[in-house]
C-alpha cells in the first residue's frame, strides 16, 4: 500500500468535504448571522460534536485499531468478527444510555458548558432544545467511529473518509430549504445534525458487510478483547483529545464574553479545520495502522522511518498553511462569511481569534503524527501524563489572555498549547528511542523556510488592504483571493522544486 496515495485519496474526499462545509458555514451566517440562535446551536453541537472528534479522529481509533490489527492479523477472521460482535453490542448499548440522558439532563449540560447563557432565559431555554435533537447524534456517529476504525484496518480508507461529506449535504439542505417551517428557524440546523448521524451510518453498512465485518448482536461481558479496548478508551480520550477538551473549556470562558463571542470562535475553528481535517486526520488514519504491523512485527527501524516521513510531510505542508492563515485571515473570512447577518466587525472579531489559532497549527497536526507513535505500542499513560500538563498549562494561559485579548486570548491558548503538547510528546519519543530523526532535517528546516519568506512577501503584496476586502463585494473578491491562494501555492511549492524537492521523495510503503 503507497501511504502518499492513500494520504492523497483520504485527503482530497475531505478537502471535498471542506468546501461544503464552508458553503454550509456560509449559509449559516448569510441566514442566521453572529447572535443568540447562532450561539445557542453552536454550543448544542459543541457537545455531541466533541464526541464525533473523540471517536472518529482520536480515542476509540487509537484504542480499537491497535487491538483490531492484532486480531486481524494474529487470530484469523472468526476471532475478529467475533470481537467486532462484542465490542458494538456493548458499545451500542451504552451509547445509547449516554444518548437518553443528554436528552433527559440537557438543562444541566447547557449549565455545565455554557454558564453564562443562564443570565439569558430564552436562550438558555433554545440552547437546551437543540441539544435535545441534536444528543441522539452520539449514539450514530460513535457507531459510525466503530465502522472506520474497522474500513481503515482493512485499507479501505475512502469510505470513512467520504461519510462526512453526507453531513455538510444534510446541513446545507436542511439550512435552504428546512429552515422556514421550522420555529424558530435554527432548530433545521438541529434536525439536520440528527439526520446525519443516521445517514453516515447507514452509508458504511453495505462495505463492512462486503469484507465480513458487518456487527451482529452478541454480548460477551468476559471477552478479554473488549476488556482491554475499554481500558485504552478512558485515558485515550483525555490523552489524545485535549485540544478538544480545550475547546469546550473555552466555550464556557466565551459565554461570559461579549454576544458572539462563541459564533466568532466557532467561525475561526472551522478555517482552522481545513488543514487539521484534509491533512491532520488523514495522516494520522494512515499512520495508525501501519505502526501498528511494525510494531507487532519488532520493526522499530522501519517504526521510526516512518514517524520522521510524516513529520516532515507534516512541516511541509502545515506551516504555509498556518502562514496563509495568519496572514489573509480578513480575506478568507470576509469572502466567505461577510454576507447578510454576518457584519465587517464580525470578520475583524474571527480574524483575531483566527490569528490565535494559526500560531499553534503545526503543533495540532504534529500530534496527529506523534501520539500514534505511542498508541500504536498500546503505551495509554504517557500521552495522558502529557495530556494532564498540556490541559493545565492551557488553561492557565486562558486566564492570562482573557483579560488582555479577549475571545482571541482563548484562541491563542489552544495554540500554545497544542505546540507545548507535541513538544513532549516528541522529546519523549526521542528519548525513548522510539523515534530517532533521520539524517537532513537541518538542510529540510532551512529550504522550508526559504519557501515561507518567499510565500509571506508574495502575500503581502498580493492582498492589498484589509478595507479593500472590507469594502468589496461579489466576484471581484471571490476572484482576488482565487488568484491570492493560486498565487501562493505556486510560489511556496515552485520554491520548493527550485531548491530539489521532489514528490517521489515522499513516497511511502505502508502495512497492507
Request: hydrophobic share 55%; proline share 4%.
Amino acid at each position: 500500500m503507497n501511504l502518499l496515495k492513500a494520504l492523497a485519496t483520504i485527503s482530497s474526499l475531505t478537502l471535498v468535504s471542506r468546501i461544503l462545509a464552508f458553503v454550509r458555514d456560509i449559509l449559516i451566517a448569510r441566514i442566521f448571522g453572529a447572535g443568540m440562535a447562532t450561539d445557542a446551536f453552536f454550543v448544542a453541537f459543541k457537545l455531541p460534536n466533541l464526541l464525533r472528534r473523540l471517536f472518529a479522529e482520536g480515542a476509540f481509533s487509537q484504542a480499537f485499531v491497535p487491538i483490531f490489527g492484532e486480531y486481524k492479523n494474529r487470530r484469523g477472521q472468526e476471532e475478529t468478527k467475533l470481537l467486532v460482535d462484542h465490542v458494538v453490542t456493548l458499545l451500542a448499548i451504552i451509547l445509547f444510555i449516554v444518548t437518553l440522558i443528554g436528552i433527559i439532563a440537557a438543562p444541566i449540560l447547557v449549565y455545565i458548558s455554557a454558564p453564562g447563557f443562564v443570565k439569558d432565559p430564552d436562550k438558555f431555554a433554545l440552547t437546551v432544545q437543540l441539544l435535545r435533537i441534536t444528543s441522539p447524534y452520539i449514539f450514530f456517529i460513535s457507531l459510525v467511529a466503530v465502522a472506520a476504525g474497522i474500513l481503515n484496518t482493512y485499507n479501505k480508507f475512502w469510505v470513512p473518509a467520504f461519510a462526512p461529506i453526507l453531513l455538510n449535504l444534510c446541513f446545507i439542505g436542511s439550512a435552504l430549504w428546512l429552515a422556514p417551517y421550522c420555529d424558530p428557524p435554527i432548530m433545521a440546523l438541529a434536525w439536520a445534525v440528527f439526520l446525519a448521524g443516521f445517514v453516515q451510518l447507514a452509508f458504511q453498512i453495505p462495505f463492512l458487510k462486503k469484507i465480513g465485518m458487518l456487527p451482529t448482536i452478541r454480548l460477551d461481558l468476559k471477552d478479554a478483547g473488549v476488556w482491554r479496548i475499554i481500558k485504552q478508551m478512558g485515558p485515550a480520550v483525555f490523552g489524545v483529545s485535549i485540544a478538544q477538551i480545550s475547546l469546550i473549556i473555552n466555550t464556557i470562558f466565551a459565554s461570559f464574553l461579549v454576544a458572539g463571542s462563541v459564533s466568532w470562535l466557532y467561525y475561526a475553528d472551522r478555517l482552522m479545520e481545513f488543514p487539521s481535517g484534509v491533512l491532520g486526520a488523514a495522516i494520522s488514519t494512515i499512520l495508525l495502522p501501519s505502526l501498528s504491523k511494525l510494531h507487532a512485527d519488532s520493526n522499530p527501524q522501519e517504526y521510526s522511518k516512518l514517524l520522521d516521513w510524516g513529520l516532515r510531510l507534516t512541516f511541509m505542508l502545515t506551516l504555509p498553511a498556518a502562514l496563509a492563515l495568519g496572514m489573509i485571515a480578513v480575506p478568507l473570512l470576509a469572502t466567505f462569511f461577510q454576507h447578510g447577518a454576518f457584519s465587517a466587525h464580525d470578520v475583524l472579531m474571527t480574524r483575531n481569534a483566527l490569528v490565535g489559532y494559526s500560531v499553534g497549527l503545526i503543533g495540532m497536526l504534529s500530534v496527529k503524527v506523534l501520539a500514534p507513535g505511542f498508541y500504536a505500542r498500546q503505551d495509554i499513560r504517557t500521552p495522558v501524563k502529557i495530556g494532564i500538563i498540556t490541559l493545565l498549562a492551557t488553561q492557565a494561559m486562558n486566564l492570562l489572555f482573557i483579560f488582555w485579548l479577549q475571545h482571541a486570548g482563548l484562541a491563542l491558548a489552544i495554540g500554545l498549547g497544542s505546540c507545548l503538547n507535541s513538544a513532549i510528546l516528541f522529546h519523549l519519543l526521542k528519548k525513548r528511542g522510539i523515534y530517532q530523526p533521520e539524517p537532513g532535517w537541518g538542510k529540510f528546516l532551512a529550504k522550508i523556510a526559504m519557501a515561507l519568506l518567499t510565500l509571506g512577501l508574495a502575500l503581502w503584496f498580493g492582498m492589498g488592504s484589509e478595507q479593500h476586502w472590507l469594502t468589496t463585494h461579489g466576484w471581484a473578491r471571490i476572484g482576488h483571493l482565487t488568484w491570492l491562494v493560486l498565487l501562493g501555492v505556486a510560489v511556496y511549492f515552485a520554491v520548493l522544486w527550485l531548491l530539489g524537492f521532489r514528490l517521489r521523495d515522499f513516497s511511502k510503503r505502508g502495512a497492507s
